[in-house]
C-alpha cells in the first residue's frame, strides 16, 4: 500500500505545529548528541517512514529519502532527494534553514560529514538499519572508514515517546479528516459502483481535507468474510455488506478509522457481529490509560471476543498500536507488549472479525487518558445502511 510518491496538500500549517515546537525538540536532540558522548546524530528518512526527521525537522520526502544531521554545537542540515532548484520549495514544508540536495545519498552524506569536520567522529545513526538501502549504507561507511557508526534507534525512540500537545493536535486533525471521509462514504457505496469507483471518490474527498497521504483497504459481499484488500472493479449489489479501513496522513500526523457498511437493510448477524467488534474497541479504549501497557490494552478486547473463532479473526489483523509520525509505532496493542502508554499518546484501535462467511469491521484512533482514551470524532452506528439504489 506505500505509494511511489507523496501527492497531496503538502505544505506547513503553522498555526497548528507553530516553529517554537521543533526548535524545543532540536533542543532535546542536541542534549541527547552530546549525553551520548557523540560528535553528531544522523536520521534516515525515507517517503514511508519519516518519522524520526519530520519529528525534529517537520519535512516528509515526497519521493525518496531525506537525512537530518544534529551537532550540538551548530545548526542542523537538511539532506532532501531534490534537484537543485527544488530547495526553496523545500525549505518552505521544514524548521530546518540549511536544506541542500543530493541524488546519492552516500555522497551528499559524506560530503557534509567532511564540510563538518566529522570524517573520523563518532556518529550515532537513525533508520541506517530499517530504511537505508545496504548498497548506500556500505557505501557511506566505506567512504568514510576512520568515522564510528553506532545505532541510537532505541534512544531516539524514547526521546520521541514524549509526545507533546502539538503532535497530538495534528493527530486529532487527521482523525477528524478520515471521520468525515466514512461519513462521505455512505453517499459513495451502492448498488451499482464499483469499489475501484468508490475508493476514487473517497480519496478525493480526504484529500480535499488536506490529507498528505491516504491508504485505503476494502472488502465487500462475499469477500467481507474473507480479508480486507486494495479496491478493484467489483460491483456494489444491493445486501453487500462493505467493511472499509482508512489510514489519513495530515500534517506528517496520521490517523486511522474503520466502519461497516450495508448496502440496504443490515441483518440481524451482520448488527450482531458488528456490534461485538465495535464493543472490542470500545473496551481497549476504556483500557487505554496513560501508563498501561499494551498487553492491557488487548486483553480487554479479548474480554469481549468471547469465542476463540473471534479472538483469532480479530488477532489476524492484530488489535492496534500507537500512531503519530509514522503509520505504526509502539507501543503495540498485543499480547506480550510491555511498553508503557505515554502522556498525550494516540493509538489506532481495530477489531476485524471475519467469521462463518460474514464480516464486520470496526476502529478509530483514540487520545489516551489518565481514566481511559477518548475518541477523536463521533461516535458512529456499529452499521451504516446505505442507499441500495
Not at 258 to 281: E, F, H, K
Amino acid at each position: 500500500m506505500h505509494p511511489v510518491m507523496k501527492r497531496g496538500g503538502l505544505y506547513w500549517d503553522r498555526a497548528l505545529l507553530p516553529p517554537a515546537v521543533f526548535a524545543g525538540r532540536m533542543k532535546l536532540l542536541r542534549e541527547a548528541v552530546a549525553g551520548a558522548g557523540h560528535d553528531a546524530w544522523l536520521l534516515y528518512g525515507d517517503a514511508q517512514r519519516y518519522g524520526a526527521v519530520a519529528w525534529a525537522s517537520h519535512f516528509l520526502p515526497r519521493t525518496r529519502g531525506c537525512a537530518l544531521l544534529v551537532v550540538p554545537d551548530r545548526d542542523p542540515t537538511l539532506l532532501a532527494s531534490v534537484g537543485a532548484r527544488d530547495v526553496p520549495a523545500a525549505k518552505t514544508l521544514t524548521a530546518v534553514e540549511d536544506v541542500r540536495p543530493f541524488s546519492r545519498f552516500a555522497d551528499g552524506a559524506a560530503a557534509l560529514l567532511r564540510e563538518r569536520g566529522l570524517e573520523s567522529g563518532r556518529i550515532g545513526t537513525a533508520g541506517f538499519e530499517t530504511r537505508l538501502g545496504a548498497i548506500e549504507n556500505d557505501a557511506l561507511r566505506s567512504t568514510l572508514p576512520r568515522a564510528r557508526w553506532e545505532a541510537i534507534d532505541d534512544g531516539l525512540d524514547e526521546l520521541r515517546a514524549e509526545r507533546d500537545v502539538a503532535s497530538l493536535d495534528a493527530i486529532r486533525r487527521a482523525a477528524e479528516v478520515a471521520d468525515d471521509g466514512l461519513a462521505t462514504a455512505a453517499d459513495l457505496l451502492r448498488a451499482g459502483t464499483t469499489e475501484r469507483r468508490a475508493e476514487a471518490l473517497l480519496d478525493r474527498a480526504l484529500r480535499r481535507g488536506g490529507a498528505e497521504d491516504v491508504r485505503i483497504l476494502v472488502a465487500s459481499g462475499p469477500r467481507a468474510g474473507k480479508g480486507l484488500r486494495p479496491a478493484d472493479d467489483r460491483g456494489l449489489v444491493p445486501g453487500d455488506i462493505v467493511l472499509l479501513h482508512v489510514s489519513v496522513e495530515l500534517q506528517r500526523h496520521w490517523a486511522e478509522a474503520a466502519q461497516t457498511y450495508s448496502i440496504g437493510p443490515a441483518s440481524d448477524a451482520t448488527w450482531s457481529l458488528a456490534d461485538i467488534a465495535g464493543r472490542a474497541v470500545g473496551a481497549m479504549a476504556a483500557a487505554a490509560r496513560v501508563g498501561a501497557a499494551g498487553r492491557a490494552v488487548a486483553r480487554a478486547a479479548r474480554s469481549v471476543l468471547a469465542s476463540d473463532e473471534l479472538a483469532r479473526s480479530a488477532l489476524a489483523y492484530g488489535l492496534g498500536h500507537a500512531i503519530c509520525l509514522d503509520p505504526e509505532e509502539r507501543p503495540l496493542v498485543a499480547d506480550g507488549e510491555e511498553r508503557p502508554i505515554a502522556e498525550h499518546e494516540a493509538l489506532a484501535l481495530h477489531v476485524v472479525l471475519q467469521v462463518g462467511g460474514r464480516g464486520a469491521i470496526a476502529g478509530a484512533t483514540v487520545a489516551a487518558g489518565e481514566r481511559g482514551a477518548s475518541p477523536f470524532g463521533t461516535k458512529r452506528s456499529s452499521v451504516i445502511e446505505c442507499a441500495s439504489l
